[in-house]
């Protein structure tokens, strides 16, 4: 969670907050024009976290109630979300994000990964679904990643590997566990063991 608030005098824990879709962008949108959206509805600007490869700029709408710009320069692939105490208030602004931007949806991603060609097309498009799904994926999401996570294409892998920043972790622990112990990529076998880590620590 990136933000809390208060309900009343009442902390909000991570058992009251709530996150809308990630509405992954199209090609078309950029920083700008998620600031200018901002801008135009009165967001009240919040804070900003910045690495080489990662970029999210915070917006508060009302009391605990947030809007998010998460840029990742690594993978390609941008995406805004509602995150806040009040599911109708999260699913609302979430509606209105989504008319605003056109985000890449994911019934478009599936059809979009069964029809890629090249090895870059299956990449980007794993990464965007990978990005977009929710915790309850379609099971045609889940065969795909199944195979990812088994393809020889290390790059198809670690795609699948993003997977776990987002579904519920029983859905990926199986395969991300087998990475982390016997993928033959160092690096990978590296970044399966911080989710692997980051998971046991927290159960």
């Known amino acids: 969670m990136n933000q809390q608030g208060q309900q009343g005098d009442k902390p909000v824990t991570e058992a009251d907050w709530f996150r809308g879709d990630r509405l992954v962008l199209p090609p078309t949108a950029d920083a700008d024009e998620v600031i200018a959206f901002a801008d135009a509805v009165g967001f009240t600007e919040g804070h900003e976290k910045r690495t080489p490869t990662f970029y999210e700029r915070v917006w508060n709408i009302s009391g605990p109630l947030y809007f998010h710009y998460v840029d990742n320069a690594d993978t390609g692939v941008s995406y805004v979300q509602v995150t806040g105490d009040s599911p ?3 699913e609302r602004f979430t509606g209105i994000a989504r008319q605003f931007f056109s985000p890449r949806e994911v019934p478009d991603l599936i059809a ?4 890629a060609q090249t090895r ?5 498009t794993l990464v965007q679904l990978a990005t ?3 915790s309850d994926p379609p099971p045609e999401v889940m065969s795909m990643l199944d195979e990812a ?4 294409d290390r790059d ?3 795609a699948a590997l993003l997977s776990a920043l987002y579904l519920d972790w029983p859905l990926v622990a199986p395969h991300v566990r087998r ?3 016997h993928d033959g990529e160092e690096t990978l076998r590296r970044q399966a063991g ?4 980051r998971n046991d620590d927290a159960s």
Do not use: G, N
């Open 88 to 90: 109708q208030s999260v």
């Open 112 to 115: 979009e990964a069964r029809a």
């Open 120 to 124: 870059e097309d299956k990449v980007f």
């Open 132 to 134: 977009a799904i929710t």
């Open 149 to 152: 996570f088994e393809s020889p």
């Open 156 to 158: 198809l892998r670690r």
């Open 179 to 181: 990475m982390h112990e």
């Open 194 to 197: 911080y989710f692997v880590e």
